[in-house]
């Protein structure tokens, strides 16, 4: 009997008593996805948000999550106090209605990766860059079942690429960038 797979459970915890908006978290995940590593600051890059909730007063770290290819049909508008908020404010995704977590020159969408490298970093950036620690990381172990696959951010670029512009498109792209 084989013994039961297992991964590592990544997670950032978020302590939004700490934040201050000062968008430290931001600007480290921009330079460590700048391409090359390190070489420049682009805010688009990055994977983390410091949104206000200004009914709270209060920062808020928003990380990238999945992609989604329609549009929410919960976006609704509230009036409180006076102030308008939109409940898409504080969405994680990375959809058609907004410029949030989209990589800057192919507009795929961006997902946060735990700032993966070779060699590991003990920590992601934008926990590093925390002078608050606002942001924790941790890890555990689970048990998962074999019929459990997850796909890697090539296959999702791939099959949002081909949803968008065609198998055939994408195909004489892939060549055409190949034969250079």
Partial sequence: M?????KII???KVDLSKCNGCR??????AVFHAIPKYSSFNPAR???KVVIDERNDQWVP???SGFTAAEC???NNYVIE???YSTCAFCPASCPSRDWFKEPDSGLPLKCDMCEDVPPLEEPM??????RDCLTYSEKEVEVGEEEVVRGEMEMGVASLIKKYGAEAVKNAVNRATKR
């Fill in 10 to 12: 990544k997670e950032i």
């Fill in 62 to 64: 928003i990380r990238a």
């Fill in 73 to 75: 049909s919960g976006r």
């Fill in 126 to 131: 934008c926990v590093q860059m925390c002078a």
């Fill in 82 to 84: 006076g102030k308008e």
């Fill in 2 to 6: 084989s013994k039961p797979a297992k």
């Fill in 46 to 48: 990055s994977r983390i």
């Fill in 24 to 29: 430290a978290c931001e600007k480290a995940c």
